[in-house]
């Protein structure tokens, strides 16, 4: 079972160690000492680059892998004294804070966190005083996240209740948690006992969140390889055509699709696959004049229905005088 997300933070911050003192270190050596699959080593590495000295960008960790070994070529640069400013210290106080009070955080991060913001608040002096005045209210999102890592790490069933757009609907299920991922939002990946399949449920999207009593037990499944995207349809998905202006052609850059073939005025012919098309009445409404679906015949039929529906009942609301 992957790793949760606090136990792969913790990986990493030790990886920066460990591989300042190993230049050249093989990846399969780092992988076995760190007990993760080498999949997972350089998913971490894809990782680390993107951190370093300075919230404003600093010095990035230039660490890159051949896929055989891993080369950190700034090491010494980024070991200099840090120095942060007056700003980069009241946001390290007030998020260090904010994160000390999160459910679901081992008491042994709390305690060395706490002693960590302590020093930092010993050195930042005025800085200090000032950041005490602010603090940081988590979205529910955060106590929802509390418990799926938890439920994750204990090996624990979830109960659900989650809003889907698409069906503009509420469900209850039960799932086993597998793992957290974030791919602009944050998502669990699950076996959802409901559907018995893989699904994956957004984190800002769960009304109601209880971890059961029943042991988490998710069939052996192989884990995404989500570097192109959270939505990768199959091949056996349904497909549907949609033709956008030249106002849609975002569509192509937000949907992955099969083929988007130019049209004369400038807009695409788009060729996509998903598991639920009713999904796509909303894209269509989004669209209004800059696009419309071509096929499937029923899914053009509901979503022009749909469209009528709303213009309908924007009519009865200005008829009212509400608008």
Known sequence: ???????????????????????????????????????????????????????????????????????????????????????????????????????GLRESDRLAL???????????????????????????????????????????????????????????????PIRLVSVGHTYVEAWCRRSEARRTFRLDRVAEIRILDEASAPPEVELRDLSEGLVQPAAEDPEVIVEVGPGGRWVAEYYPHDSAEELPDGGLRITLRTPDPSSLRRLALRLGRDG???????????ARDAARQALAAYDEAAYDGVA
């Open 292 to 302: 419309h679906i071509v096929a499937p015949a029923e899914l053009a039929v509901s």
């Open 114 to 176: 706490l002693r960590a913001t302590a020093k930092l608040e010993a050195a930042a002096g005025e800085v200090a005083s000032a950041s005490a005045r602010l603090n940081v209210t988590f979205e529910s999102e955060g106590g929802v996240f509390a418990d799926v890592d938890r439920a994750i790490s204990e090996r624990r069933r979830l109960w659900i209740r989650y809003y889907s757009p698409a069906r503009d609907e509420v469900t209850e299920r039960e799932i086993d």
């Open 1 to 103: 079972m992957a790793s949760n997300a606090i136990d792969q933070t913790r990986r990493m911050l030790s990886l920066v160690t460990y591989l300042r003192e190993r230049p050249g270190a093989r990846v399969e050596d780092v992988a076995r000492a760190f007990g993760i699959t080498e999949d997972e080593l350089i998913s971490d590495l894809d990782v680390l680059p993107l951190c370093g000295t300075s919230f404003r960008g600093g010095d990035l960790l230039d660490i890159d892998t051949d896929g055989d070994r891993i080369w950190w070529h700034n090491a010494d640069d980024v070991a200099e004294p840090l120095r942060i400013s007056a700003d980069e210290a009241t946001a390290l106080l007030v998020a260090a804070r904010a994160v000390a009070t999160l459910p």
